[in-house]
C-alpha cells in the first residue's frame, strides 16, 4: 500500500459526459501528478502540482483540467468524454516539487467510455 | 524530443536464471533514471533509481547501469524468482520549461514472466 487513494476504482460512462476522479496523496506530500496508462500510449505524464499550484505541464488535453485543493487532495475533470479517453488514471504523489523525489502512485481508476 | 526506448516488450526466463531490459534516451541532459514494477492490478511502484553521477548501483538482486555517453541505461535482475513477473518501466526526467520544471517520460514498458 504505497498510502496514496484514488476514488473511484473503476468508472463507466458514455460520451460527452464529464466525470471526476479524485486523489488523496500520502500524508507529508506537496506534489501531486496524474498520469494516463492505455495499452497503445504506455504511461503518459499529465500534470503536477505541488502545493496547490500547477507545477508542471505534460500531454494533457484542453477538455481536461485539474486542481490541489487546501488539504492537498487533487481532482481530475475529464469533460467531453471520447472513446478514447478509456485508460487507467493513475495518481502519484511526492514530497518536494521536482521531478528527482521518489512518486508514489494510487491503484488507479478505471475509465470506461461507452 | 521526449523520448524514452524500451526492449524488450515481453520477456520470458527460468526461474533462477538472469532477466536483462534496457532502455535508451534522447535527452543528454536527463540525470535521472528511475525503474518501477507494476503488478497486475496495482500502480508502478519505485524499485531503484540512479542518477547521472553513478555508472552502476546494486540493491540485493536488482542492480541498474548506466551508460550517459551512449544515452542507455539497464536493469538487471539476478537469481529471478516467480514474484518477479510483473510490468517493468523505465523513465527519464526531462526538463520542459524554461523554469526548469521537469517531468518523467515511461518507456513503453517490459511484460516479464518468471517459468518455474
Known amino acids: 500500500d504505497s498510502g496514496v487513494t484514488q476514488t473511484p476504482k473503476h468508472l463507466i460512462t458514455a460520451t460527452g459526459q464529464r466525470v471526476t476522479l479524485r486523489c488523496s496523496p500520502r500524508?507529508?506530500?506537496?506534489?501531486v501528478y496524474w498520469y494516463q496508462q492505455s495499452l497503445d500510449q504506455g504511461l503518459q505524464f499529465l500534470i503536477q502540482?505541488?502545493?496547490?499550484?500547477?507545477?508542471a505541464k505534460g500531454n494533457i488535453l484542453e477538455r481536461f483540467s485539474a486542481q490541489q485543493f487546501p488539504d492537498l487532495h487533487s481532482e481530475l475533470n475529464l469533460s467531453s468524454l471520447e472513446l478514447g479517453d478509456s485508460a487507467l488514471y493513475f495518481c502519484?504523489?511526492?514530497?518536494?516539487?521536482?521531478?528527482?523525489?521518489?512518486?508514489?502512485f494510487g491503484p488507479g481508476t478505471r475509465l470506461t467510455v461507452t | 524530443g521526449e523520448n524514452v526506448e524500451q526492449h524488450p516488450s515481453t520477456l520470458s526466463v527460468q526461474e533462477g536464471d538472469s532477466a536483462v531490459i534496457k532502455c535508451t534516451y534522447s535527452?543528454?541532459?536527463?540525470?535521472?533514471f528511475p525503474w518501477y514494477k507494476q503488478e497486475l492490478g496495482k500502480g508502478p511502484q519505485l524499485i531503484i533509481d540512479?542518477?547521472?553521477?553513478?555508472g552502476e548501483k546494486k540493491d540485493q538482486r536488482i542492480a541498474v547501469t548506466l551508460n550517459k555517453t551512449a544515452k542507455h541505461f539497464s536493469l538487471h535482475i539476478t537469481e529471478t524468482q516467480p514474484e518477479d513477473s510483473a510490468v517493468y518501466f523505465c523513465?527519464?526526467?526531462?526538463?520542459?520549461?524554461?523554469?526548469?520544471?521537469?517531468?518523467?517520460?515511461f518507456g513503453t514498458g517490459t511484460r516479464l514472466t518468471i517459468i518455474p
Open positions: 502519484a504523489s511526492s514530497v518536494g516539487a521536482g521531478a528527482l523525489y521518489e512518486q508514489y
Open positions: 500524508s507529508g506530500d506537496l506534489s
Open positions: 502540482y505541488y502545493n496547490g499550484e500547477e507545477r
Open positions: 535527452d543528454s541532459a536527463s540525470n535521472y
Open positions: 540512479i542518477r547521472s553521477n553513478v
Open positions: 523513465a527519464a526526467i526531462f526538463v520542459i520549461s524554461n523554469f526548469g520544471n521537469e517531468k518523467l517520460t
